[in-house]
């Protein structure tokens, strides 16, 4: 089996071993931090948003007139606008969007790595390992591609949002 990048895998057998590998660490790693930071950043900003809006509401009944003029101003601002930012950063970001794109990349991946695992025990010969191979490596191929489309399409939605800048 290659042991290295720079080696020639002796047997179709060795890619698809190498290929399930691949598929089990790199691309799995990819799908799970892609899912947990869509989940982690919209439940932070949400968290943000709450305990902005928390804060600001018992500054505003603990500050007197006096300590409103020195610093409450500020700090009330200062609370609103991280509260205005942490808001508006799901809908920049699209943070539930990628969540739901990557997990559902997630899913998609286990599944050709487990018909991937099972084509490597049933094959029994040469022949029968290329077969698998390329099986496999076109599924993981279309995962990628419309993983992409997925992103580029985000991505293009986001940007025909944005409000143009006036001339």
Known sequence: MATNMNTVPESHRD????LISRLQTDERAFYQRGSSAGWLGYHICALVVLLAAALGTLAAGIFGEGEYKAYGRCVLLCLSTLGTIAAGLPHIFKFRDIEALRESGRIELEDIIANAQSLLLNATDEQ??????????????QLDVSQHKADAALRAEA????PSPKP
């Open 15 to 18: 890619m698809l071993v190498g």
């Open 159 to 162: 940007a025909e949002k944005k």
């Open 128 to 141: 029968g390992w290329q077969a698998a191979y390329h099986s496999v490596r076109e599924r993981a191929k």
